[in-house]
């Protein structure tokens, strides 16, 4: 059984019945443990709102979402499967609850009802995992955006779920925001073996997941590995686009020149060296 299982799931936005927006139309995909999934789509696809299906956020009007074997329709399970999944959302700003940083990473710890030296060690396990321990006496508002989304992610984290579940969190950060987030998630999975599914627009954080799936128009458009990206029109056609330096080796290749499959800038550094 996958950790994660999505069955033929359906959902749509109702002002009334003309004017229903699906966002989510027979949808299916699972996810194993310790897997890292990027669930990629343009604005619209229906990325966000699988996001909190997966939760219980939102329960589909038609199919299941199956945590661990437990329906999110089954309100007695819900306590469970939200420890099990944790959600971090695009704004940080929007996650914070207290105005000292290791109070609001022990927000999650107190609400489950632990005993005060249990949540001391989450708090502080949580904290260096995202590398944020030397701040943990600070204030929220005085920090970069990408750090208060590091602390977004110690909070879920100090509730040990199992699956992390990153709803576009990079999008309203800068370059290194976006950096420091992702080296984040991807010492997560590896380190501490914690499922991630990455939801994101932006193709190039998509190119160390174990597995790509694409929504279009709320299905499934792509589900599979990185070979998408030698895909650049069909790409196109979703409203996504490819890394730059991928776009560089796709287009000297099909110039004729002797390049190498590369997925990173400096594999393409490389092979053009070695053909210079």
């Known amino acids: 059984m996958s950790l994660i299982e999505v069955k033929n799931v359906k959902y749509a936005y109702s002002y009334n019945s003309e004017d229903a927006i699906i966002a989510v139309n027979d949808v299916s995909f699972n996810i194993e443990e310790g897997e890292f999934v990027a669930l990629v789509g343009h604005n619209g696809s229906g990325k966000s709102t699988l996001a909190k299906m997966l939760n219980g956020l939102i329960i589909p009007l038609v199919g299941d979402v199956l945590i661990d074997g437990m329906n999110t329709r089954d309100d007695a399970l819900l306590y469970d499967i939200r420890r099990q999944i944790g959600v971090v959302f695009q704004n940080p700003d929007n996650q914070m609850v207290a105005t000292i940083i290791e109070d609001d990473v022990a927000f999650g710890p107190e609400n489950l009802g632990l005993e005060p030296k249990e949540i001391r060690q989450r708090v502080d396990w949580a904290l260096e995992a995202v590398g944020m321990s030397e701040h943990k006496k600070g204030m929220p508002f ?3 955006g990408g750090q ?37 998630i991807k010492r997560l999975n590896k380190e501490q073996n914690i499922t991630v599914v990455l939801i994101t627009h932006y193709m190039d954080e998509a190119l160390d997941a174990d597995r790509i799936i694409i929504l279009n128009k709320g299905k499934i458009a792509h589900m599979g590995g990185r070979e998408i990206f030698l895909e650049e ?44």
Do not use: F
């Open 142 to 144: 005085r920090l970069s």
């Open 148 to 184: 208060k989304q590091r602390i977004a992610i110690a909070g879920v984290l100090a509730i040990k779920p199992r699956v992390l579940v990153l709803d576009e969190s990079t999008s309203m950060l800068d370059p290194k925001g976006r950096a420091e987030v992702l080296n984040v």
């Open 233 to 276: 029109e069909r790409l196109r056609s979703y409203g996504l686009n490819v890394p730059t330096h991928i776009h560089i080796a796709n287009s000297l290749r099909k110039n004729g020149m002797d390049i190498g499959q590369i997925w990173t800038e400096r594999e393409l550094e490389d092979e053009i060296c070695r053909l210079l």
